[in-house]
């Protein structure tokens, strides 16, 4: 597979050289001729190696370097800075930027090519890009089998047990009425019977519901949690402020279940572990990222990640972990709670005809 370099300098000329000098060689070489396209280009192209010139009007070449190493998918990717300016202070302004390396203007074309063959044929970062990957879609997998059979399980229990039970309830009732009268001891162990089955059949329901919860196979995800936030509101009495941006993209299977665990999670803890009488629930977009923030007016607690008592907060973080995301906690003794579940947009976007 051919190597990519990306080759970004204002001047034509300059950009014109370098193609010449690495023409021939084997590689797929595109350019750009300021910052923004260099950015644009750099998130399409993945490229092995970026060769950037540092003085571009609007956005130099530090700048663009600094940027580049926010975007994740891009964080690793060589970058080889051309300068003129063959001074330290540039050189450390450089390094802090996040280049790997420099030449200086004119530059040769035998030390061009020895520097570039070097960082291309050891192509640590298409490794380190592809076991990411690898790493990623077995995760993915792991978690998707998790919640296949969890699907399964709940169809098992509602088809099965729930029939059963179902029938059991009918039979009870017809036995009263056909062997026993009202206030006689057989009538009043038959509906004891009656109730504790009906108990049995409602936990049965709330399994099914929280293995599989019904409103994702019918509703968006903000709508799922926004119904999600209703019921718990009318079962708790907790106030819930519930508000999401509009025209949200569709979110895979695996994001909308991840978030809605973590929101049902959230709000048991609000109700089991603080005093609090109001709650705010927020889904958003910012940038390249989607966060599910859950707030609240409780107690607050040292969230302190090595004594996590329970396994509730412990397993939304795994959750998340596993698809790339992050937990944030946010509290302190009578100060309240703020948790935020953030992943990553870019890999979740299909748009809504899908
Ligand atoms: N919103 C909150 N306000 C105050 N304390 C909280 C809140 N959320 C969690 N906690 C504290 O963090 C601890 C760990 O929470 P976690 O959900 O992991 O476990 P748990 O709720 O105790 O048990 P479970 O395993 O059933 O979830 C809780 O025991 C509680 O002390
Ligand atoms: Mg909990």
Known sequence: MKSTILIVDDEPSARETL???LEGQGYLLKSASNGKEALKMARHLLPDLILLDVMMPEMDGFEVCKRIRTIPKLAEVPILILTALNEPMWLVQGIEAGADDFLTKPISRQELLARVQTITRLNRYRTLLTQREDL???AMQVVSAQEDERKRLSRELHDDLGQALTMQLLTLRNLQGAFSTPNSALYDRLEKLHKDTKEIYTNIHRLVKDLRPPALETLNLETALQSYCTEFTHST????????DNDLPVFSDIYQITLYRVLQESLTNIIKHTQAKKS???LSIEKDKINLTIQDNGKGFEYDQTQEKGIGLKGIKERLTLIGGKLYINSSENQGTILVAELLLEETLTTREN
């Open 19 to 21: 193609i010449s000098m």
């Open 237 to 244: 009495g907790l106030e819930i402020i519930f508000e999401a």
């Open 280 to 282: 705010w629930v927020e």
């Open 136 to 138: 990623r879609n077995m």
